[in-house]
């Protein structure tokens, strides 16, 4: 690699810092909803999409867009409806019916402030208001129809929901201490292929899409959006094991408490970190495969220092 893991980090949030402003000026425009939008709706809306976060979901509509040769303008509705379909799936996740959590992006979860049917209809007005998008805000129109289906199949049954659903059966489930880890690991990346990876590869694709690539460039941007969504999860275990609550904005070491499959507690964190550096790498090769990949090469690198 051929940065070290502090230049990295400074490089990335250097470039990252305008996109993520420009993003925010265009989610706040969005919610601009007319007055049949009952006001109490669009603060729990707003409260969540608002929070900040990372934005790396719509920051890699963005790159890949822009990899490809596109305007990033142009690729900016597209951004934004992944971010509210992300942050639909956050405030459901965070229900007390699912994951229970009281804690996101460093304030109190939506339903804690707003109350549990309130924040289940801010996260159903978030996921249709991200399909409205894509289809009045995307030009041509077959590039509309095609975001729309890159996006209903990421956050579908088969795909975000399947995920999810599977992710909560094996929390609720026995293992056997003699159990082979392998298994477990296919078991996991069988939930977070469709969970994280699913969206962030549908956020790749999308960029490519409204910037008229053709399939080979759209197989790459997915190839690229596999290995990056595997990294990120697999990073994500690792700082649940041992982040810092402050600094990650939500609870630590919840989901092992919770019984829940990680990469740390299936294979240690040694071999969890050698996986890591293996899809990081993977990553950046796809991304050198683009002439104005730099960005999203890059971008890998720095994912892959959030676990040193």
Do not use: W
């Not at 690699?1 to 230049?7: I, K």
């Not at 596999?226 to 697999?234: P, V």
């Not at 970190?273 to 293996?278: D, G, L, M, T």
């Amino acid at each position: 690699m051929n940065h070290s893991s502090s230049q990295t980090s400074s490089t990335t949030l250097d470039f990252l810092k305008p996109l993520v402003v420009q993003i925010e000026e265009r989610l706040e425009q969005f919610l601009e909803l007319n007055e049949g939008c009952p006001s109490s709706l669009r603060e729990a809306m707003h409260y969540s999409l608002m929070a900040g976060g990372k934005r790396l979901r719509p920051v890699l509509v963005l790159l890949s867009n822009e990899a490809c040769g596109g305007q990033i303008g142009s690729a900016m509705p597209a951004a934004c409806a992944v971010e509210m379909v992300h942050t639909y799936s956050l405030i459901h996740d965070d229900l007390p019916a699912m994951d229970d959590d009281d804690l996101r992006r460093g304030q109190a979860t939506n339903h804690v402030v707003h109350g549990e049917a309130m924040a289940i209809l801010a996260g159903d007005a978030l996921l249709t208001l991200a399909f409205q998008l894509l289809s009045q805000e995307i030009h041509p129109a077959e590039s509309a129809v095609a975001c729309c289906r890159v996006l209903s199949e990421a956050a579908g049954a088969c795909a975000l929901v399947g995920g999810q659903v599977d992710d909560l059966y094996h929390e609720k489930i026995t293992r056997s201490t003699t159990e082979n880890s392998e298994a477990l690991v296919r078991d996991l990346e069988a939930i977070h292929n469709r969970k994280t990876g699913g969206l962030m590869r549908a956020s790749l694709l999308l960029g490519g899409i409204v910037a008229g690539s053709g399939d080979d460039e759209l197989e790459r941007l997915g190839r690229y959006g596999s290995a990056l969504g595997l990294l990120f999860q697999i990073t994500d275990d690792l700082l649940d094991e041992h982040g810092d609550e402050s600094q990650m904005g939500k609870r630590v070491r919840k989901d092992s408490d919770r019984g829940k499959l990680t990469y740390p507690g299936v294979l240690g964190i040694t071999e969890s970190k050698r996986r890591a550096v293996a899809l990081a790498e993977r990553a950046m090769s796809e991304a050198r495969t683009f002439m104005g990949g730099g960005k999203l090469e890059a971008l890998a690198e720095f994912v892959l220092s959030r676990s040193r």
